[in-house]
């Protein structure tokens, strides 16, 4: 698989790690029941699936990366901390 | 004898002799030969045993296909099992060895299962060897595994080097045949950065193997120009002896380049194999086609061959199959090799055809060279002990004729080469029209030529040309218009055939692994009919071929018995590797002592100059002793070294600690969040011990925090979690919380840290860094921190202590690091100070009770650790709210306690399970275990940390360390985890 | 017809034309008592449990390929019990004993073979943990030994010994580990439940399911509606995607693990080795191909291949115990889906969801509980209560902290 870096460039995934499902949020200290949750249940997708991959042999960025889990077709990489993204001017207003 | 050396012709250098030997007969080749080709030259047939009935084998294919002639290659050390005869290249001094045979070739005791072929049919081992229920692993699996197995590996190290390489190209054109070359020609013609792969040693493919005319030339000369015009241009690699063997993900493909498998030994400081890691944007499959056999009585005896492979062996090695073959086919091609041997002057002793009626041209054809033709008739049974020398035909009116032959050549038509185009998830699809599975669409993929089932050299030029120049025009270059050449006509007349009915003697399906069809029959009257259980419950196609030569026949076979059409039935895929690859190639450069790297501090020189012991610490080298001489023993120098920390001084490298370096105006912030304790009320100066959690409220690591300067903090990590707890941090910053402003970076390498421990330590760093910090008590107490300058350097200076004792950490630029370990030392004569290990360092800390490695097991909380009162109530972190469920706070939990023998003269082993006194022994009685031990030389007996159910409250409950796997059992105490100095008095000192 | 040395003599005789199919493939009834999704080992042995132990035999087993595509065919065939938590011990004690046994219980020889299965050990705080995990066994009377160097070099002389990057320090052996043919298994036991009156059907995918007052009463499959009781899911790899249809979401991630298969080579190998300071494992098969794994992929996936980088990671942890492997072919190279879990260790339980059951999360140690896993599944299924030795099993365990991490890395199912 090769990964198309914002920063970087392209390279392959094995510059990077994988950590999973990147709709994920840390939910609210204030609401602890949401935790369990969030920590342990997944859609699992058989298809398009948005996670996070870390570059850490690279710009050590973390990336939100759409990917189809059944034919590993990358459609989209950015970023996951980019504020231009729609999520995260989101996650900026929650 | 029956194949030989014709006088002229070939590829081969008839000026080169080659020596070999096979079985330790001496033989000549000559260069350009492969070992079969030379092997048929010197009229040897029978090269091997076949696996189950051990039946004698000759040579089937000349190509990457076969699947009998497999021999042992080379000796000793680089002895090579398995090797396909039909692709060695011949070079002067080759051994080569037939396998799967005792005591000899010749004759062979294993032959023994062709009389039990009876009970030996497909899955029978299924069906007994289940009585006695103990002789399966006593009596009849060892019997089967003396038995299993084709050749022998090596025992020895591989001594050759094997490299790794990345390539990038616009256009991959895998295949160097007829279609690959034109692809290659117009999409370098249009610029396009082009690499072209053919496994095989020469360019070409079949146009070495036929008589053909391209523009007017030889297909050879075409082939060569084409070349030359190739490797002319800048942007084009042509990567000969290179197998790609594997699509992967992102246009990514495996190949392995063969450099020096041709040689005698590689070269000086060549690899024998490279792996190549080769990205295209399109790709053009030009990977031809193979020959299918046809499926007859006794159609494995040696010198029944594949018909195409005859005509490779006569034109591109001058070598003639038999004296007098004969053509078995039901195609137009098996008729080119008749008309090919006759015009060598080889004797064909007849074509056997299948179909009744045939083309007018080949019929002229046949009068012309007048050859015994028969037409609708089919070979149902061959005869000769190890090699052909009769067939048996049923003539179409019903009568039978025996001929002698000493070689047949068989044609049973083409089927595509798509195993690359199945790696990615494609999906074969038939074709009614050709009889074939015809490669799927694949996503920058073109196939050409015979490959997707073109089988005329006119169209596989012609295909070429316009997938090289699709390809090119698609990565942006445009490719001039392509002349097609005009090419000499041939008929590709197919009527298929897959089973000769009525055959006498076992019709082979798949040579390597003895699946006859009636065992495809059996299968299918047992419910195996889908062609996966097919597969599986015969092993057809799970041999080191994977069933090239086997698949379409079996899948048409299952189709027949089941009455089904082929497509109904199934398809075929392939798994990569489209060839077998070595180990050593995968693996490149990463063996041995390399095998992974090797990260060794700014200390290590001085340690080795002083006789340390070291161990693997992570990815590092760590000191683990410094043995003294005369010292015999690892616990004497071990207890040495304790004293001497805890009666003077000494230093410990404990570089290997990971650092992060953490700044920004909301550091403070982010590490109130991402410890369980409060950091932010740690004020400028100081040094702070903090817990980490995963957020599912484990423990993850542990390390202590200095606030060096307002706003920047450093941060050390245990050795083992430096990388995850890096990547957990930049999660934390990137993902979790991005509105925080804090940076952080790994400090790791740049910094050479030492522990300077021991009551003595501050009079030795008081000699060594004279007035460039005050280190007193009252400037420096405990847990203070200060960057300072020292001499011409960066300083920082920590009072932490693992030890228990007065301790320090100097933190200097790596670069520094050696020059001040040797400072150190030298600073600390007047005191003896001794350099300790790790080994020492662990003692130590488990005097302490300090966790470690062993308790943060990933499996504890904080509480467990007897640090539950360190988890903030005051504030949100990582791991807090998880950390709450009844499973993580249930009273039951084991808790951190100290362990002594009550024999004091027992030694502890870590692991042994703690069992109440008096309770049986059940995993339902297990209260926990010994976590860490160690020798204390302060208390001169054994010590051990433990993880014991309600712990807390068991101090001075007596134990049983239950530990059959070594020391039986021991009875124990349970005591405070601290064993020396628990008022802490000697580190505040 | 049973299966014996007479029998196959006797058909030898004839040509072998009195075999009848080993199941019978049948097409689906309207209803059963119980049906089962997924055709595959876990499936498979559940119905032949329920049907034998339980005598429920209006059983259909629903496969929507071939029995045995999935992860029962894709494995490296390893059995062993050689577990550490005491949730884990007793399950895959009892599957080894059901292993030990189920030749003469099936009437059908799937190779068990306890050549022994020998885990490398490279530091002092691997063999601690060994220690610990060897001693957990022993306490639940399952054979385990700790050796040193010395006793690894008797079993295994063709090991690094003299120039590792990770010395080996030794090794725990379970002697009763070893492997199993794993088509044999299912074949087994498809012919075993078969014989039984299970039905078993394949090509029949499940596509949704029937609800009916407030139960699951049934699914819709590819060759129409099926109705019964009680239905349990057993699709190792698909789990969530059948779940998903019910709404359900699980603790799983579906991940791709490589195995690979070398050339054929005459017997070296004596049982199973796994590499400590890597990702590699190896056992050499009856055929005499080195039958090996790593680590997997990484990254979620439904399909059933994998990547280069693995590949390389599993061929150097190959080379880096056995340095004469250089010249050896790796032959074939496949991938299978697992169900990952967030702690490791399986979920057999009921589901939120009444009438529908859950057989899931098996990481890549499916094959190896197969047995026991049938048999738990099929007393869940027949009793509505969860067995004894999988009672730790459960699907809540996670929301109330009871996780059985043999592995200590948390909620994130890569790494286990």
């Known amino acids: ?94 | 004898m029956s194949g030989h050396r014709l006088g002229k012709g070939g590829l081969i250098d008839r000026q080169r002799a080659l020596t070999f030997q096979f079985d330790g007969r001496r033989f000549t080749g000559h260069a350009g030969d492969t070992v079969a080709s030379a092997l048929l030259a010197n009229g040897v047939q029978l090269v091997g045993r076949s696996f189950k009935y051990h039946r004698p084998r000759g040579i089937l294919t000349a190509g990457s296909e076969e699947p009998n002639a497999l021999v042992e290659l080379r000796t000793g050390a680089r002895r090579e099992p398995n090797t396909r005869a039909t692709v060695a290249e011949l070079f002067d001094g080759l051994e080569a060895t037939s396998q799967n045979r005792w005591p000899s070739l010749g004759f062979d005791v294993g032959a023994i299962n062709s009389l039990l072929s009876p009970i030996f049919v497909a899955g029978f081992y299924y069906k007994t060897f289940m009585w006695p229920a103990a002789f399966w692993e006593k009596v009849y699996e060892p019997l089967i595994r003396k038995a299993a197995g084709l050749g022998r590996a090596s025992e020895q190290s591989d001594p050759d080097i094997y490299e790794k390489a990345h390539a990038f190209c616009d256009v991959l054109v895998i295949g160097g045949g007829a279609a690959g070359l034109a692809a290659a020609l117009s999409a370098a013609r249009a610029g396009a950065r082009v690499i072209l792969c053919d496994e095989d040693f020469v360019l070409g493919g079949r146009l070495n193997g036929d008589r053909r005319e391209i523009g007017g030339c030889s297909g050879v000369e075409w082939t060569q120009r084409a070349a030359a015009e190739l490797e002319s241009l800048p942007d084009v690699r042509v990567m000969r002896r290179t197998t790609v063997f594997g699509a992967y993900d992102g246009n990514t493909f495996g190949a392995v380049e063969r450099v020096s498998d041709h040689l005698p030994t590689p070269s000086p400081h060549q690899p024998r194999q490279r792996l190549w890691k080769i990205v295209a944007r399109r790709i053009v499959l030009a990977t031809g086609a193979i020959e299918r056999p046809l499926v007859f009585g006794d159609n494995d005896r040696p010198g029944v061959m594949m018909s195409s492979a005859a005509r490779t062996y006569l034109h591109r090695f001058g070598v003639a199959v038999g004296h007098s073959p004969v053509v078995f086919t039901s195609t137009d091609d098996g008729w080119v090799t008749a008309f090919d041997l006759a015009r060598a002057g080889i004797a064909v002793r007849a074509v056997i055809d299948t179909r009744t009626k045939i083309s007018a041209s080949l019929l002229s054809g046949a009068k012309q060279t007048g050859i015994y033709t028969l037409l609708g008739a089919q070979v149902v049974a061959t005869q000769g002990s190890h090699g052909l020398t009769r067939v048996t035909v049923r003539k179409h009116d019903g009568g039978m004729e025996n001929l002698k032959a000493d070689a047949l050549c068989m044609s049973g038509g083409w089927n595509p080469n798509i195993a690359l185009s199945t790696h990615l998830g494609g999906r074969p699809r038939w074709s009614d029209e050709l009889s074939v599975f015809l490669p799927s669409e694949l996503r920058g993929t073109i196939v050409a030529g015979a490959a997707r089932g073109s089988f005329t050299l006119a169209a596989a030029l012609r295909e070429g040309a316009a997938a090289g120049a699709e390809a090119a025009q698609s990565t942006g270059h445009d490719a001039p218009a392509w002349s097609a050449p005009t090419v000499d006509d041939e008929l590709s007349g197919v009527t298929p055939c897959w089973r000769i009915a009525d055959s006498r003697g076992k019709a082979f399906v798949d040579f390597q692994n003895d699946v006859t069809a009636d065992d495809v029959t059996l299968a299918a009257r047992e419910g195996f009919t889908s062609v996966e259980h097919l597969k599986r419950y015969t092993t057809l196609g799970m041999g080191t071929d994977q069933g090239r030569t086997s698949n379409v026949n079996g899948l048409a076979l299952l189709a027949a018995a089941t009455g089904r059409t082929i497509p109904e039935v199934g398809t075929t895929v392939f798994r990569p590797p489209y060839t077998p690859v070595s180990f050593g190639a995968f693996v490149g450069h990463h063996r041995g002592k390399d095998f992974r790297p090797t990260r060794l501090t700014a200390s290590h020189r001085w340690a080795a100059e002083r006789g340390a012991t070291f161990v693997e610490a992570a990815q590092w080298l760590r000191a683990q002793w410094f043995a003294e001489p005369g010292e015999t023993d690892w616990l004497q120098t071990v207890n040495r070294e304790v004293k001497s920390v805890r009666s003077s001084v000494g230093v410990c490298d404990v570089s290997t600690l990971g650092k992060i370096d953490i700044q920004g105006k909301d550091a403070a912030t982010f590490l109130d969040r991402v410890y369980i304790n409060m950091i932010s009320t740690l004020p400028v100066g100081k040094t702070r011990y903090g817990i980490m959690l995963r957020e599912d409220g484990f423990v993850m690591d542990d390390g202590t925090t200095a606030h060096i300067a307002p706003g920047h903090y450093v941060m050390s990590t245990t050795t083992v979690n430096a990388g995850k707890v890096m990547q957990h941090l930049e999660h934390a910053r990137q993902v979790t919380w991005p509105e925080l402003d804090v940076q952080i970076v790994s400090i790791t390498e740049q910094w050479a840290q030492y522990s300077i421990a021991g009551p003595n330590s501050r009079r030795l760093l008081e000699r060594l860094l004279g007035g460039a910090i005050d280190v007193s008590n009252e400037a420096f107490p405990y847990l203070a921190c200060a960057e300072f300058q020292w001499q011409s350097m960066r300083a920082r200076l920590f009072r932490v202590s693992f030890s228990g004792e007065l301790a320090f950490e100097l933190a200097v630029p790596a670069r520094y690091g050696d020059a001040t370990i040797r400072a150190l030392m030298t600073a600390g004569q007047e005191w003896g100070v001794v350099p300790y290990g790790l080994e020492a360092l662990g003692v130590m800390r488990i005097e302490k009770g300090h966790v470690a490695g062993n308790e943060l097991n990933g499996m504890t909380t904080a509480a467990d650790l007897g640090l539950g009162r360190m988890m903030s109530t005051k504030k949100d972190f990582i791991g807090r709210v998880l950390a709450g469920r009844p499973g993580l706070v249930d009273a039951n939990r084991p808790a951190l306690v100290g362990l002594k023998p009550v024999d004091r003269s027992k030694r502890l082993f870590a692991g042994a399970h703690f069992l109440s006194s008096g309770a049986t022994v059940a995993l339902n009685n297990d209260q926990g275990y010994l976590t860490s031990v160690a020798f204390s030389p302060m208390l001169d007996h054994w010590i051990g940390l433990g993880l014991l159910a309600r712990g807390q409250a068991r101090v001075g409950e007596r134990l049983r360390a239950y530990d059959p796997l070594r020391s039986g059992e021991i009875e124990v105490e349970v005591v405070s985890p601290v064993f020396f100095d628990p008022e802490g008095a000697r580190l505040k000192g | 017809m049973r299966y014996s040395i007479f029998s196959l003599m006797r058909q030898a005789l004839r040509g072998h034309r009195d075999w009848t199919p080993a199941w019978r493939d049948a097409v689906p009834k309207p209803a059963y008592d119980v049906i089962i999704v997924g055709g595959g080992g876990h499936g498979l042995a559940t119905a032949h449990y329920l049907s034998k132990v339980h005598g429920i035999t209006r059983v259909a087993v629903l496969e929507k390929g071939w029995i045995g595509s999935g992860n029962a065919g894709r494995n490296t065939t390893i059995i062993r019990s050689n577990y550490l938590l005491s949730g884990n011990v007793p399950f895959y004690e009892f599957s080894m004993r059901l292993w030990e046994g189920l030749e003469q219980d099936l009437n059908y020889n799937a190779m068990v073979s306890q050549r022994g299965i020998l885990n490398l050990y490279h530091s002092d705080a691997q063999r601690d943990a060994y220690a610990r995990r060897g001693n957990a066994m022993r306490m639940h009377g399952i054979d385990a030994e700790l050796l040193d160097a010395n006793a690894v070099r008797r079993i295994a002389p063709f090991m690094d010994f003299d120039n590792a990057r990770f010395p080996i320090q030794g090794g725990l052996l379970q002697r009763r580990g070893g492997t199993a043919r794993h088509d044999a298994v299912v074949w087994g036991y498809a012919r075993a439940a078969s014989d039984r009156g299970v039905d078993i059907i394949q090509n029949c995918e499940v596509t949704g399911f029937i609800r009916e007052a407030g139960r699951i009463a049934g699914v819709t499959t590819s060759r129409g509606e099926i109705k019964a009781a009680k239905i349990g899911l057993a699709v190792a790899g698909n789990t969530s995607r059948l779940t998903n249809l019910a709404g359900l979401r699980l603790p799983i991630e579906s991940h791709v693990l490589q195995a690979f298969v070398s050339e054929s080579i005459k017997p070296r190998i004596p049982g199973v080795i796994t590499f400590g300071a890597g990702h590699f494992y190896v056992s050499q098969s009856d055929k005499g191909g080195l039958v090996f794994g790593g680590d997997i992929d990484g990254y979620n996936s439904y399909a059933q291949r994998g990547n280069l980088p693995t590949v390389e990671d599993v061929c150097e942890g190959g080379m880096a115990v056995i340095p004469s492997l250089g010249r050896v072919r790796v032959l074939r190279s496949w991938g299978g889906v697992m169900d990952m879990s967030m702690d490791g260790s399986p979920i057999i339980d009921r589901t939120p969801l009444s009438g529908l059951y859950l057989n899931t999360g098996w990481c890549y140690g499916g094959f190896k509980a197969t047995p026991a896993s049938g048999w738990c599944f099929a007393h869940l299924l027949a009793r509505d209560e969860l067995h004894e030795v999988g009672r730790d099993y459960r699907l809540d365990r996670f929301a109330i902290g009871h996780l059985i991490d043999e592995k200590g890395v948390g909620a994130q199912p890569n790494l286990h």
């Open chain 1, 1 to 94: 698989m090769r990964i198309q870096c914002p920063f970087c460039g392209e390279r392959d995934s094995s510059e990077f790690t994988y950590l999973g499902d990147a709709t994920v949020r840390r939910p609210d200290p204030s609401a602890p029941e949401q935790y369990f949750e969030a920590v342990y249940l997944r859609d699992n997708p058989a298809g398009r699936h948005e996670e996070l991959w870390y570059h850490g042999f690279g710009c050590r960025s973390w990336l939100r990366v759409t990917r189809d889990t059944r034919t590993h077709e990358i459609f989209t990489v950015e970023m996951y901390n980019d504020a231009t993204t729609e999520t995260n001017q989101e996650a900026a207003r929650a």
